[in-house]
């Protein structure tokens, strides 16, 4: 499998009236009388990965995973344990769903649902309360919660968390390590973002596109476009970075110039983590009136195109291997290892 580029999809499994961009209009007490549409929006996505199945000639992998924690070996019920699962002619869409326990608690079958179906389940936190607006001690409960939420809805381990609205920062990831993750999924190095985390990965080996915190412990960031400035003179101010990793830029940008970019990034390197929501593919949910025009426009924007987008996006890329995160990091650790 090596030289085949993997393409990670990501799914946080929230509802639109879970957004940050909606919090002032939308407080958490009001969230129980708000209609539900985050089931019928997975369920699409989860058909639309099974009918994107990915038509390549036949490759299979099997095989004992080797040089990776033992904790991190596959006892997932739903998949045999090899690593990455078989491959075969059709190979499935393999996707990691981080899912916000608030999500789970009401739609326990759902989370099932998504393991059984072949995706890895982790966690987006219980409230989608932005991590860098918490203490400690409310973060460290939150990250253990939705974690024990999870994995007692499965009957398995979760491994993966993905902060909201990607709010992570060195300190927290310290935090989400010690509550028992073995990889994070927060970091996104668009700097223009107001709530985006700063992260200073600068010291940590790369394993593919994650970065090695410690020897149990990863960072798997969103990914993006690291373009060169045109004059620039200067080994550290002649790139800059374009987001590309989905949600609205995935939206907002034509497809065929997003492919390009996607490509770009699977030349350079190997690998593309991608991430959006259920929500977006949901041009018929409630709109929100009070909320500042920009995030309206932010949230709203494209939302009748982004389901056939991304089945476009999925069969273009039918050469590359679609993998959950966990897979991913087992395959570059063995690869890794086995030089
Ligand atoms: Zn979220």
């Known amino acids: 499998m090596n030289g085949i580029p993997n393409i990670l999809l990501t799914i946080d499994v929230e509802d639109w009236f879970h957004v940050e961009n909606f919090k002032g209009c939308i407080p958490y007490s009001s969230w129980p009388s708000c209609e539900l549409r985050v089931e019928r929006n997975t369920h699409r996505l989860l058909d639309l990965f099974d009918e994107a199945r990915v038509k390549r000639s036949g490759l299979s992998v099997r095989g004992a995973v080797v040089g990776f924690p033992n904790s991190l070996s596959c006892n997932m019920r739903s998949t045999p344990c090899t690593g990455i699962p078989e491959q075969g002619p059709e190979e499935k869409v393999r996707t990691t769903f981080f899912i916000l326990g608030w999500v789970a608690d009401r739609l326990p079958h759902l989370v099932r649902e998504i393991q059984t179906r072949g995706h890895e389940v982790a966690s987006h936190g219980y409230y989608h309360e932005l991590c860098s607006g918490q203490s400690c001690r409310d973060l460290e409960k939150d990250l253990c919660d939705s974690k024990k939420l999870l994995e007692d809805t499965i009957s398995g381990p979760v ?136 995030y309206r426009f932010r949230h709203y924007v494209n939302l009748g195109t982004t389901e056939k987008k991304l089945f476009g996006m999925v069969r273009h890329f039918f050469h590359c291997r679609f993998v959950t995160c966990r897979d991913y990091l087992e395959h570059v650790a063995r690869t890794r290892s086995t030089g």
């Open 159 to 294: 491994y993966g968390y993905r902060a909201p609205s990607f709010s992570v920062g060195d300190g927290i990831l310290k935090t989400i390590e010690e509550c028992g993750y073995l990889y994070d999924s927060s970091y996104n190095s668009f700097a223009m973002h107001d709530r985006y985390g700063r992260v200073n990965l600068s010291h940590n080996g790369a394993v593919g596109i994650a970065r090695e915190i410690h020897p149990r412990f990863f960072e798997l960031p969103i990914s993006n476009l690291n373009l060169r400035k045109p004059f620039s003179s200067g080994q550290n101010r002649d790139h800059f970075v374009l987001p590309w990793g989905g949600g609205g830029y995935f939206r907002l940008t034509p497809g065929w110039i997003f492919m390009k970019g996607v490509e770009k990034i699977l030349s350079e390197q190997g690998a593309y983590l991608f991430y959006m929501h259920p929500w977006e593919i949901d041009p018929e949910q409630p709109r929100v009136q009070g909320a500042p025009r920009f």
